[in-house]
Structures are given as structure tokens and as C-alpha cells.
């Protein structure tokens, strides 16, 4: 059996929609070997040779030489004997007119129009359609698949005139869903699913207000630290407050006779500071109990007397540590507080200079301060302030003295502590400053 | 006012705005001597200059970089991408950085910059040259994107989009190339990015699309007019931002919407149009939502059937279009 096949015009590159015939190789008539080029082709990008896709007789030529025709387009016609092949390739069309093969079943349902199984699915278009010109969908013929109504099935019912005897017939009806569509017209349509997002709620934006020359300092980490710190103590430790009165008349003069010798010798100032570590560390050793901490079910007590010195500075305060003041003399914590004084200001102070600290110390005099009321050292158990020494007259033997008096604070955890105890430690520390005198020893 | 291809119209659109301002250039691989792979940048080198139709190496990340590096600067560049299979590599570049710096620099600074990309298949080109990237950009805020499928838009887009204070990508369609043919005014004109554009009316289905598929379209609704089917047709122009309005009053027109794009139908741009009809027009629908898309699978295949079975072609189209007017 023979049959005819088409030689079509390749897609030789991308972006070519037609080619151009330059020559015809083989004439009407001529044998053609498959893959033996028939013809000469001209495109944009390329010109070649167009080998046959079969072998046969060359018929009938459908482009002459010098037409451009489409990429796709039948350029001549080759008769060949095996059937088989051109079968197979006109079998490929029908594979490729869509996916959608929806003809033979939407014939079925309009053949099957009785049955009708979409007749009474109506959809949102035509019930508002309905709705607006009071049409009775019973009344309207369906066209669509299955019998349905169309939303064209209900324009072209009314434009016939149909509806129009229904309206009067049915007066009370209409108006409730007219009014039911005036409604929905001014929602635009459902009202619940705009597409637009949802509006946020404004936001204030801090300092949107401030126009009259305010600020903004940036916080630094340090700053941060400490709030943090200051934040977490305050909120966690239930702190309580007291203070005691001390003279320390005899400890000026022991530091007046010393702190020119001990310049010249040492290189450094000899402060008040120095003896009142060394009052608080002694204390500290006979009320162990102020060198703790709160831990839930039980209260650590810390074997080493760490004291934390708080030192202040233009924008921050820091806490280093003397470790182990309970081994120094006043000479080596007079040298301790000048060197961490020094590295603080340097900010040179490593770590290590800031753990461990279990009991802090804040020289709050230095800056002229009597009274304060110290935040503790978290997770310390107490903080205590050495003000400002004045002199004041003060009633000894029932004679007035003029005598230099300094105040300390103390705050406590009372979770650990209490009244009685840190009585007796202030006491204890008072009777350590006051009994200083012109024989106490630095070394 | 002269019929003018697509493709060629693509050029004239460049060859324009490079006369008009002098910080627009274009840069990308063989854009400038050889006057690119598809000859789109043709010519430009010889008018222009070197430094004006940058050769750049095959760095598709480096000439989304430099570009936008130029356009922060306040140069106007057309990057291209020889094929939109290779702007992956330009992907971060593109979506991380042109996309945001506006929003990222509180307005200060901008990025007007046009990447012109050719998207598409059917011209047996098989996986990398072939695909369709939309979804991939589509939905990144900070982007516009525009697909053309006339000439006339071609051109008036691709003048928009270089005028765009902001990054546009510019996807053209390789098959229109030499296969779309129309009008092309030779004055300066713009086509609005955001308007999407009615090329037919009719009342019995609305075919919402973009790109060539759109050729198909117009293909199959002139022989379904025949059968008395009238088609309106909308070509979307710009995909983002889309044109809502221009999409809801198409479908309320008939309330039986199909939308055709190339690009697989699993998150593509046809995913969002369904979804804004529904949020918005429930009430007006006479049928379900349809959509007719390349088929979910990883790549156009390069053998021919293979390629055929993946493209939307004029029957394919009108079997899905004779399908919902008959609804």
C-alpha cells in the first residue's frame, strides 16, 4: 500500500519561525533515500541542507524555490511504499490538540439534555442575576452544560420580556431582594474576602513627637549591662535599708600622721578607703553570713572574701574585684583599689578583674554623697556605702565635741538577712573604724 | 507608522532611549560585538560605543551586580540575560538587593534598573532555554515585572521600564521574536507599566493571559467566532504589579474566566489572578475559575513530541476555551 508524506519545515534554531527555500535538490519524479537532502533552506541564523524523513518518490513539490514559508509548513510530498510509517505519524496529531478533550462528554450531557443533572446548579452570577430582575430560574431555559443556566440564559430571558409579568405577580418578593442588592452593591461584593491586606494599626514611632531640640543617646552594651543588672536585682532581691553613724575623728589623724610617708614610699595615695576594706573584711570574718547568697532552697556561703569596689565614671559604674581582701594588709589594699581604679579609668580592666565578686563596697563620700541607698550587687547578699566624713559637733559625756563623723549604708537581701544580724555587722564595723588610732599599723 | 517584529521593536525601544539619555547602557554577554545571540542588541555598539554595550563575562551574578551597582549611582542600565534559564545566578543579586534597597535605605537611595531576560519555549531549545521564570520573581515586593506581547508593547514597555525609577524585569519572548508582527509607531511613546490591555472584546468567556500564549488566543478565538463563541481577551502587559481593576471588569463581563500562561500552572501568575477573582467577585461568576498552563514537570523536553506535548498550542487552547463557553 503506498501513502504520502509530508517533508515539513524543520525548527533548524531557536527563534526561527520560517525559512526560506534557496534550491530544490530533487525534482518531482526523482527517488529519495532517507536522510538524503531534498532541498537547500535559507533562515536568519543558518542556511542547509533538508534531509527527507522517509524514503520514496518525490510527487509533488508544494513551496517553490525563493517562498518563505513557517516553520511547520509542508514543503512537498513523498510517496511511500511502507504504509506503516505514515500511519505512525498521522496517528501523532491527534495526541497533540490538547489535553482538554472535553467535546465527546459535553456532547453526551446536551444529547442527554432530558436528564438534565446541572439544571438546578445555579450559579453565584445567575442568582444575583436573578435576584436583581426578580426572575423565577424555573422559568428559564438552560443552555449550558447538562441543562444549566448561563448567566446568558438569564440576560437573554430578560431582554425577552419574559420576566416582566412575574414582577407584578410577585411584588412582595421583590422588594426584599431588591433591597438585598442595594445592600450588596455598596459592599462591592462579598465584603469579606478583599483582596487588599488587611490595614495595619498605626504605630507611634517613638521620638516622632520630639521636634523641640530632645536627643537620642544610643544605648551601648555596657549601659545595657547594667540596666539589665540593676533591673534584675531590683525585681528579684526584696531589699532593705539602714545606716549607722561612725567617728572616725582618730582615723583622720592616723591618716594625716601616714599618707606623706607612705606617698613617698608606696608612690600611691593612702585613702580612708583602705582602712574601711580592711573594717568591713574583719567584720565580714566574724558574720560569715554577709558573704552569701540566695539560692531557691538554700543559702551558699562563700568561703573567699571577694570584695567588689563599685567605681563610677563619666557615663557607667563598674564593680572589679579584690580577691581574697581578707589576706591583705591596709597597704595592699590601698595599692588593690589604686590599681583597679587606674584600669577602670583606662578601661583596662580584664574578665577576670570583674568576677567573683561576694560582697561590694561603694565609696558613694568620694562624690559627696552622706546618705544613699545602694542597689545590691547581684547575686550579692548586701552593699554597703562609706559617705562623706564631716565634722560635726557630736555629744560625748554629755560635752559637745566637734568630732569628723561618717555615715554607712548598708542594703540587704532580706531574704538572707536581717535586722539584728546586720545590726550587730554595722556595729562590728563601726567599733573596727573607730578603733583605729595613731599606733595602728599599715603593714 | 510601519508593521514592524517583535524583536525588532525590542532594539528600536533600546536604540531610542540610548539617544535620549545618556546614562542608559546595556550590558551582557555579547550584547556588543557580536550584538547578541538573537541580534536584539544589534547595531547598538556601532552607534554607541564599547562603553556603552558592555561584553561582559559569563557571570550572569557580576552583570546583575554591576548594573545595579550602576544604577545606585544613578545610571540607567538594561542588563540582559541571554536566556532566563541563566538568571539564576543573578537571582540574590536581584531579589535580595535591587528589590530592597529602596525600602532598605528608607527611601534614600534606588535602583533604576531594567533586566531584560527572553523567557519561553517552543523553539527546541529544551531545559535551558527554554523555561519560563515568572513565578520564580513573581510576588517579591520591590519588583516590577512586565511580559509583552505585541510589538507595540514591546517597545512602549521596555521605554517604561528604563524610565522606572525603580528595578523592572523585562521578560521577552523568544518565540515572538520574528513570529509577532504589528504596528510600531516610530515616535516616543510609553506603554503605562501596571495597565493591563483588552485585545478583544466579547461576552461569552474572558481569556486572561500574558506573552505568546495570547497568539494562540487571538488564533483560536477568531475560528470560535465562527461557532458564534465571542471572546474577550485580556493580555495582562505588566505581571506585577498586577492590574486588579483591568482584570476584575474583564471578568465581570462574562463571569467565566480562563487564564493561559507558559509557565506551569503550580504558583504561577495564573495563581494569583484566580485568587483576586475569587476574593473579589464570588457574586459574578457563572463558572469555575480555569487556567490552562505548562505542565507541572521539571523542564521543556528537547525531544520534538515531547516539546509539543509540553507547549499550549492554538488547539489545545480553543478545546479549553470551546470547553468553558459551553459551561
Known sequence: MKSLTEIVVPQLAESLVSATIDKWLKQPGDWVNIYEPVCEILTDKVNAELPSTVAGKLVKILVGKGETVPVGTAICMIETEDAGDAEASADLQPDYTGSVKASPPIAAAEADSED??????????????????SIRLTDVHGTGL?????????????????????????????????????????????????????????????????????????????RNTIARNMRQSVSEIPHAWTMIEVDVTNLVLLRNKLKDDFMKREGINLTYLAFLLKAVVNAIKDFPIMNSMWAVDKIIVKRDINISLAVGTEDSVLTPVIKNADHKNIAGLAK????????????????????????????????????????????????????????RPVVINDMLAVRSMANLCLSLDHRILDGVICGRFLQRVKDNLESFNLESKLY | MAAMDYIDAIRLAMKEEME??????????????????FTTTKGLMEQFGEERTLDTPLAESAIAGVAIGAALYGMKPIAEMQYSDFMFPATNQIISEAAKIRYRSNNDWSCPLV???????????????????????????????????????????????????????????????????????????????????VLREGDDLTVIGYSLPLHFVEQAAEELAGEGISTQILDLRTLQPLDKEGILDAVRKTGKVLIIHEDNKTGGVGAEVSAIIAEELLYELDAPIMRLCGPDVPAMPINPPGEKFFMLNKEKVKEAMRHLAQY
Open chain 2, 115 to 197: 533586566i531584560r531576560a527572553p523567557i519561553g519555549g517552543g523553539v527546541f531549545g529544551g531545559l535551558y532555554h527554554s523555561q519560563c521564570p515568572e513565578s520564580v520573581f513573581f510576588g517579591t515586593p520591590g519588583l516590577k515585572i512586565v511580559a509583552p506581547y505585541r510589538a507595540y508593547d514591546a517597545k512602549g514597555l521596555l521605554k517604561a521600564a528604563v524610565r522606572d525609577p525603580d528595578p523592572v524585569i523585562y521578560f521577552e519572548n523568544k518565540k515572538c521574536y520574528k513570529l509577532i508582527n504589528d504596528d510600531v509607531p516610530d515616535t516616543d511613546y510609553i506603554v503605562p507599566i501596571g495597565k493591563a490591555n
Open chain 1, 336 to 391: 588593690e583599689i589604686e590599681e583597679l581604679a587606674r584600669k577602670t579609668r583606662e578601661g583596662k580592666l580584664t574578665l577576670s578583674d570583674m568576677q567573683g565578686g561576694t560582697f561590694t563596697v561603694n565609696n558613694t563620700g568620694s562624690f559627696g554623697s552622706i546618705l544613699s541607698y545602694p542597689i545590691i550587687n547581684y547575686p550579692q547578699a548586701a552593699i554597703l556605702t562609706f559617705e562623706s566624713i564631716v565634722k
Open chain 1, 116 to 133: 438534565a443533572p446541572m439544571r438546578n446548579r445555579f450559579s453565584p452570577a445567575v442568582q444575583q442575576l436573578a435576584a436583581e430582575h
Open chain 2, 20 to 37: 535620549r539619555d545618556e546614562d542608559v547602557f546595556v550590558l551582557g554577554e555579547d550584547v556588543g560585538l557580536k550584538g547578541g545571540v
Open chain 1, 146 to 222: 447538562g441543562g444549566r443556566i448561563t448567566r446568558k440564559d438569564v440576560l437573554a430571558y430578560v431582554a425577552s420580556g419574559a420576566g416582566k409579568a412575574n414582577l407584578a405577580t410577585g411584588s412582595n418578593a421583590s422588594v426584599t431582594t431588591q433591597t438585598a442588592v442595594d445592600a450588596a452593591g455598596q459592599v462591592r461584593s462579598s465584603g469579606l474576602h478583599l483582596t487588599e491586606t488587611p490595614r495595619l494599626p498605626r504605630i507611634e514611632v517613638e521620638g516622632a513627637s520630639a521636634s523641640r531640640g530632645d536627643s537620642f543617646i544610643d544605648v551601648t552594651p555596657l
